[in-house]
């Protein structure tokens, strides 16, 4: 029976260690990390080149204030005087400092009536969104593997939707009057990839033979879209 006893607590231990230890790597925090391997080369205290972290670097626990963590001016409104109609204000540890590691971040959205924030995604985050004013039409769309699945929904109001990270969603202010939202997001530093700016308007642009391939249409139609200015509302 000891035997039985010493088995089983055993196979407790391991199960519980399997349970700690995670086989995956990181989240990235930023769109790469390439990694080092000369520490000589690095820069700040390594040298004259330069080091980029997944991350930032810690400031001195002694330093630390509190306006690292505080960000003020959200309850003003944003101008939305442009070709979407809408300005996202981003809180993330660019701007409060203390976010870092910590894996949250926030946004505004004001829209303008027929306002867009256009499709895209965060590379790195989850997103929930609260409407304060107004009404919303919003949507996401699933994987390839899913079938490009869309699911949408009208927010009014005190509504919450969520949407999964790294899938291309959008928000579009289908009332007659200025909306606004707010938005958590699940990292410091999500990330977000306008879809039209970055497949029109990438630097430099993308070989229009691909993009006609990929899209089925005259390179002409590429052409056109190429040469149109690809608004930023972040």
Not at 95 to 104: D, S
Request: aromatic share 12%.
């Amino acid at each position: 029976m000891k035997g039985v006893h010493f088995l089983i607590s055993t196979l407790a231990i391991l199960a519980s260690a399997t349970f700690l230890v995670s086989a995956s790597d990181p989240s990235p925090l930023q769109d790469f990390c390439v990694a080092l391997d000369d520490t000589k080369s690095a820069g700040g205290y390594f040298g004259a080149g330069a080091v980029f972290v997944n991350g930032k670097f810690c400031k001195d626990p002694k330093l630390v204030n509190a306006n690292d963590f505080f960000f003020s001016g959200l309850q003003n409104p944003r101008n939305t005087q442009n070709p979407l109609g809408s300005n996202v204000t981003t809180v993330n540890v660019d701007q409060i400092a203390g976010l870092n590691t910590l894996g949250i971040s926030l946004t505004r959205i004001d829209f303008a009536p027929n306002g867009l924030n256009p499709p895209h995604t965060h590379p790195r985050a989850s997103e929930f969104l609260v409407v304060l004013e107004g009404t919303l039409y919003v949507g996401f769309v699933t994987s390839n593997g899913d079938g490009n699945r869309l699911f949408t929904k009208v927010l009014n109001k005190g509504d919450v939707f969520v949407f999964p990270i790294g899938l291309i969603h959008f928000q579009f202010n289908v009332g007659h009057v200025n909306a606004v939202a707010f938005a958590g997001l699940s990292s410091q530093n999500p990330g977000v990839i306008t879809i039209a700016n970055a497949v029109f308007g990438s630097k430099p642009l993308i070989n229009p033979d691909v993009l006609a391939k990929a899209f089925q249409v005259d390179n002409n139609v590429v052409d056109y879209l190429q040469k149109q200015f690809w608004y930023d509302n972040n």
